[in-house]
């Protein structure tokens, strides 16, 4: 499983080059029909080969994308709440028709299995179904006679252009965490997807157009860091949402608050499961395989640390290691699936990478996913079986770093606080859990502990679309979370005003306007 021909190898013997697809921009309503100079392969992570192009975005790309959108921001801005709910249904609806195929798209280029990407469309439309409501949420307040005559109010008002900068992990998910929100509120939007999985992006922009959103109100842009730093650096985008590694995500929030923007940057996690002794170790077993191994573990929301508290190690890893051997390994598409492959060769190796490092550093490898079989394989995928390292310790490499595979680390400390302490130390801060039967330790646990989202005998705590998304310390850089009422502000801005109406008889002074409205 570890062979096979280089990740950037340009020719595919298996496929004549004329049968892969082409994925290109989308700007002002249609595809780009401009012919990118530079260009990114596309993969089906189950067989290696390449399965596509996709071509990236030029400054001049960058800027006919901002240009669509600021050109078509006056008339959005200026449709009404009722125009702008009648599409976000109609665009709901064709989301959920179409919820199968999109997943099919998902699978073919990330790797997931059709299940675990028709979940994500799910959880993306929740956030669609939020912005529905988007007139409720967009009211201002109001107070009358602040003084003698004079009425005061606020308005939330749209920002212009904003962007999204998006991971391969959620292709539809997290860009449905940011668009449907900031375009509910009247802005227009320019999504950067990423490369490795873009095609999903594409066929969002055309049901937002079946739907009926005009022309420029939504675009996307492929590409790498020229078309990433386009955008941050284009005096016309007013804000930007991203999410991704912490490193990166602190050169986005630098980069684009240097320039003025708003930005909201979400980085990287390292999400501990505390399972404290009273715990149901099935219940906790389950969910560290689910929460550890679903999606191959490239979920930002993924357990990747188990924290046993003594004396439950012994037992639950047992419960963990009968779990695992049952699992399905196999192409997204076969039904069979429960876990698919890696996203790409490179990101394949550096994951397995951990194992072997784990060993060298003293933990113990309990399972190696590098010897797991896998359904039907065919050709060369970028396979790793579900690992577990035991007996982890936070000084290692497996800890420290984000793997963002299907790698569970096992951590056993002797008490809670021991469990608090390791949590702690941690730079991360986005998404914790606790097992446990005893309710004041749990309500313990979510009061100190220094985390943005926390999940209560649940493993990935993510929460509702009327919630907000996001984390702590360094899994986030900025003051606003994604979607809810978070999401709302961040793509709106306030405006405060004061209004004296003169009523001549009150005694005002008549300035020549009608009274009589």
Known sequence: MAGGPPQNATHDETQDETTRKHVTHWINGKP??????????????????????????????????????????????DA???????????????????????????????????????????????????????????????????????????????????????????????PMWMFPVAIACGNTFVLKPSEKDPSASVRIAELWAEAG????????????????????EHPDVKAVSFVGSTPVARYIYETAARGGKRVQALGGAKNHMVVLPDADLDLAADAAVSAGFGSAGERCMAISVVVAVDPVGDELMAKIGERVAG???????????EMGPLVTRQHRDKVASYLDSGVEQGATLAIDGRETPVLGERGDGFWL????????????????????????????????????????DNPYGNGTAIFTN?????????????????????????????????????????????????????????????????????????????TNG
């Open 32 to 77: 780009s029909d401009a012919r990118a100079e530079r260009q990114g392969e596309i993969f089906d992570p189950a067989t290696g080969r390449v399965a596509g192009t996709v071509g990236f975005a030029a400054p001049a790309d960058v800027d006919a994308a901002v240009a669509a959108a600021k050109a078509a921001f006056p008339g959005w801005r």
């Open 80 to 174: 009404s709440l009722s125009k702008r709910t009648q599409i976000l249904f109609r665009f709901r609806e064709l989301l959920t028709a179409h919820r199968g195929e999109l997943a099919k798209i998902i699978s073919s280029e990330h790797g997931k299995v059709e299940s675990d990407a028709a979940g994500e469309i799910a959880r993306g439309l929740e956030v669609v179904e939020f912005a529905c409501g988007i007139p409720h949420l967009l009211k201002g307040g109001f107070s009358e006679n602040v003084s003698s005559r004079v009425d005061a109010y606020s308005i939330l008002q749209p920002l212009g252009v904003v962007a999204g900068i998006t991971p391969f992990n959620f292709p539809a998910m997290v």
């Open 213 to 232: 959103l005009p022309d420029g109100v939504f675009n996307v842009l492929h590409g790498d860091k020229v078309a990433v730093d386009g955008l941050l």
């Open 327 to 337: 699992l399905r390994i196999g192409p997204g598409d076969d039904e069979r699936s």
């Open 385 to 424: 079986g579900p690992s577990v390292l035991d007996h982890v310790t936070p000084e290692m490499d497996c800890y420290r770093d984000e793997i963002f595979g299907p790698v569970l680390s096992v951590v056993r400390v002797a008490s809670y606080d021991a469990a608090m302490d390791v949590i702690a």
């Open 438 to 514: 005893d309710g004041g330790a749990a309500r313990r646990f979510q009061n100190e502990v220094e985390v943005g989202m926390v999940g209560i005998n649940v493993p990935i705590p993510v929460p509702m679309a009327y919630y907000s998304f996001g984390g702590w310390k360094a899994s986030l850089f900025g003051d606003s979370h994604a979607h809810g009422m978070e999401g709302v502000h961040f793509y709106t801005r306030t405006k405060a005003v004061t209004a004296r109406w003169l009523d001549p008889s009150h005694g005002g002074v008549n300035l020549g306007f009608p």
